[in-house]
Every structure is written in structure tokens, then in C-alpha cells.
């Protein structure tokens, strides 16, 4: 029995062009499930957040947003709150959702966005609440499924993390360390978006002058431009 089939769900994102793609990777995996999105909080049956730790903004906002969720699950027993993204990489801001927004039913991470599926099945099915995130993580999932934003431009993942640990910056902390994807697999899904007629490629990646230093092949971040661009 399909616990996710025909469930509405509404994807609130806050912060950058990675969150942005990431929420594309969400909305493709649910609507595997047989989800349909809806623009409306008030009518859906999953609302997912995905947080922003960079810009203070995005950070307030977020608790704003996150306390307006209560009154539906108030009127929905059945209603699933999500939260992911960056904030949920920190164990404070964990501790206080757990603490002052009982309502939330899925906390997750940047590192285990590919396992979203599975925990909300378990949430349906076992009727509790869960909380997963991976303190850093060395892999890369591909082939994760995305419903794209928009028709003519899409984001491309080249690589995730960073190495540089500046001073002012809590990238590394929240996205993890320096991973790059294979060049073969950027090139994989490049094809597939210009033969579906996507006319702008937005490269994403924290740092992308250290493209491919964490591979092992001879390849840096001018030698990818090369290639991509013969596409």
C-alpha cells in the first residue's frame, strides 16, 4: 500500500540556488510517490521547510513560518510538518524545535535529503515523530529525481561543500566537506536538460575553483567548463 499517493504537499524555501535545487530534489522524489503539489499551506497534507543558516533574514523568517504551521495541525491530526536544510544541521536549533514546536513531525539534513521518502512513509506508518541528520557525509546520490522551478533554466550540482573553513562563513559546518561529482554524471544530466529544451545551466557548488581536486583524475573546474560547453 502506497502511504504517499495522492497526498498534497507545499514546499516553503528560504536561502540560495543550492536550497532552491534542493527543494527541486524534494518535490521530484515525492511526486514519485504519486504527491501532488499544492500552492496552498491551508490545503496541503505535507508542508516541507527548507531552512537557510546563512542569511538572518531567511533565519527569522523560518521561526515566523514555523509557528503558523500549529493551527494546521490543530484542524489535521494527519497534517506532516517537515523541516530541512541547513538550520538542521545545527544541534541547537534541533534541540529547540523539539522543545517549543512539538507540532514538526521530520527533521532532516542537507546530507540525507535522498532518505526523505522513506521517513515520511515511516511517520504514516508508525505514527511518531523523527528526527535524522548526518554530521557530514562523503556521498553522493545521483539519479535523485527533480521537478524543476522553472521552463527555460535549471541548476546542475557540480560538487557539494567546502574546505576553507573561513572565519565569518558556517558552510563547511552545514554543508559538509568538498565532494565533487563526476564529470561523466554532470555531463549525463546536461544532456537530458538541453534534449528536454532547457536553455540556461546554472552550475551550483560552494567553491567551485576546487572542482575535481577530491577525485583522483586529472580534471579541474576549466577542463569541465570545456566539456559541458561542447554540449
Not at 36 to 58: F, G, L
Request: proline share 3%; aromatic share 8%; net charge neutral.
Amino acid at each position: 500500500m502506497d502511504l504517499l499517493n495522492g497526498k498534497k504537499y507545499n514546499i516553503i524555501t528560504f536561502g540560495c540556488q543550492m536550497n532552491e535545487h534542493d527543494s527541486e530534489t524534494i518535490a521530484g522524489m515525492l511526486q514519485e510517490k504519486g504527491c501532488v503539489e499544492t500552492m496552498s499551506r491551508d490545503d496541503s497534507d505535507i508542508t516541507i521547510i527548507n531552512t537557510c543558516s546563512v542569511r538572518e533574514n531567511a533565519d527569522k523568517r523560518f521561526f515566523g513560518t514555523l509557528g503558523q504551521l500549529k493551527k494546521l495541525k490543530e484542524k489535521n491530526p494527519e497534517y506532516v510538518a517537515c523541516v530541512c536544510g541547513c538550520m538542521m544541521q545545527q544541534q541547537h536549533i534541533i534541540d529547540t524545535i523539539k522543545s517549543k514546536y512539538p507540532w514538526v513531525d521530520i527533521i532532516f539534513g542537507t546530507h540525507n535529503i535522498h532518505r526523505f521518502p522513506e521517513l515520511l512513509e515511516k511517520v504514516y506508518s508508525e505514527k511518531k515523530k523523527i528526527a535524522e541528520t548526518f554530521e557530514d557525509s562523503d556521498q553522493i546520490v545521483e539519479g535523485l529525481p527533480a521537478k524543476r522551478l522553472y521552463k527555460h533554466k535549471s541548476f546542475v550540482n557540480i560538487m557539494y561543500g567546502c574546505n576553507n573553513f573561513c572565519t565569518y562563513c558556517i558552510v563547511p559546518y552545514v554543508r559538509g566537506r568538498e565532494r565533487s561529482r563526476r564529470p561523466e554524471e554532470i555531463e549525463k544530466e546536461l544532456r537530458e536538460l538541453v534534449a528536454a529544451g532547457y536553455k540556461e545551466i546554472t552550475l551550483l557548488g560552494q567553491n567551485v575553483n576546487s572542482y575535481g581536486k577530491d577525485l583522483g583524475i586529472d580534471v579541474n573546474f576549466a577542463d569541465l567548463l570545456r566539456r559541458l560547453n561542447a554540449v
